[in-house]
């Protein structure tokens, strides 16, 4: 926090305090594991690591006069930009056949992991409209990146159709960070000239004509030891990513790709994919407590009250909520929980099992707790659910859903926690302590 506070205030940096973000932000990604496992955390590294190179040793310059830019960088952020669309467009063609058919745009508003008000309309468009969404995303995706390795036209007309693509999904949706992320290496598409228009009249604008200049006039930087061991430097980093782009290319020309994958263990050269196979249906986990002492077998007994996430859907008239550029990094494990089982996700049960004792750390991931004042649940359970969007002018719309909901069946049983002390401690995990409750403050 500290050094990001200082590039955003300063608008610059050096190598030190590039590199310190960077070894810092891997520490917290190797540590998240399965919380950290987003194929965007690993394209914030690479995007990250190419930008140490951008910028002086140590002195702290918004124009950096004496630091060359390095050809290597630029290369690489366009190789980046352009792993990032091709491994989207070919991880579509070859997956999912409604992609084919031009009719996956028929259900990804309605089934992306965290939609926002906006996929509420979009989803309503007419079929036409669906499959010319998909043909473009198909154009920007699969034609589209290689114009970065063309004349200046092509690279700067790749530059705004990649940025306009971006605001698109930021409008419709909340993918996180992503395409906020997604934009930084498409600007490596637009040159001086084309960027002037930014900077009428700032001093950093003074700077660059006057390097500008220099450099016509055919002084470039003087040859000093500083300089030439920046080259090496540059030589060595441009031998590294093409020695680690080779088993990236083979998984782009591989018909079994894979998406968001990392070859390496520092994660400097990616593969990157998004929306491979797109669920027709959503599917929703809603997790529900009641504070009866006993549960006759078909668990329907007593009053069960609902847990609300963040942002997920949940109660069938909440709005879908706008977050991004933030990342409810819950909300979206619960989707991806919510077309498996809690088996092949065992922290639900842990999760829950922290809801029964009403664990702060946990209670502070969600929106709302039936149960934060008074005595917590004596058992949760996990409800299936098959969530539709509401149409426009239909009857339940008017009445203030943006939802329907249709149960499917049980995703977990009720438990106690009795039930799962075992469980619990089998995996290695504390068994939380019940802690006094706390009277109502109403």
Known sequence: MLFSGVVVVFGCANMFIMTLLWVLYHSIVNIGQRWYSFGWESQLLETGFLAIFLCPV???????????????????????????????????????????????????????????????????????????????????????????FLTRPFRITCGILQILFQVMLIISGNLSFLNWLTIVPSLISFDDKSLAFLFSSSSAKNDVIKIQQFQKAGAGPRPTWGLCVRRVFEVML??????LSIPVVQNLLSSRQAMNTSFDSFRIVNTYGAFGSVTKERTEVIFQGTRNLTIIPDHEGGIWE???????????????????????????????????????????????TKLLVNDEQATSLIAHNPFINGTPPTFIRGEHYLYKFTTLGSREARAGYWWTRTKIGSYFPPINLQAVREYVRSNGWKMPKLKKSRKSSH
């Open 238 to 243: 441009g031998i590294m990513i093409a020695y």
């Open 58 to 148: 140590f002195k702290m310059q918004q124009v950096p006069v004496h630091t060359p830019t390095p050809l290597v960088v630029i290369w690489g952020y366009r190789w980046l930009i352009f792993r990032i669309m091709i491994g989207a467009g070919l991880i579509k063609i070859r997956g999912d056949q409604c992609w084919r058919d031009l009719t996956c745009m028929n259900y990804h508003y309605e089934t992306q992991p965290v939609p926002n008000p906006m996929s509420y309309f979009m989803h309503q468009s007419p079929e036409i409209f669906h499959k010319f969404e998909t043909l473009t995303n198909h154009f920007i995706e699969l034609v589209v990146p290689f114009f970065i």
């Open 306 to 352: 609902e847990y609300q996430f963040q942002c997920k859907p949940g109660d069938p008239k909440r709005r879908p909520c706008v977050i991004s550029p933030y990342h409810y990094r819950l909300d979206w494990l619960m989707w991806f929980a919510a077309f498996q089982n809690y088996q092949y996700n065992p922290w639900l049960i842990h999760f829950a």
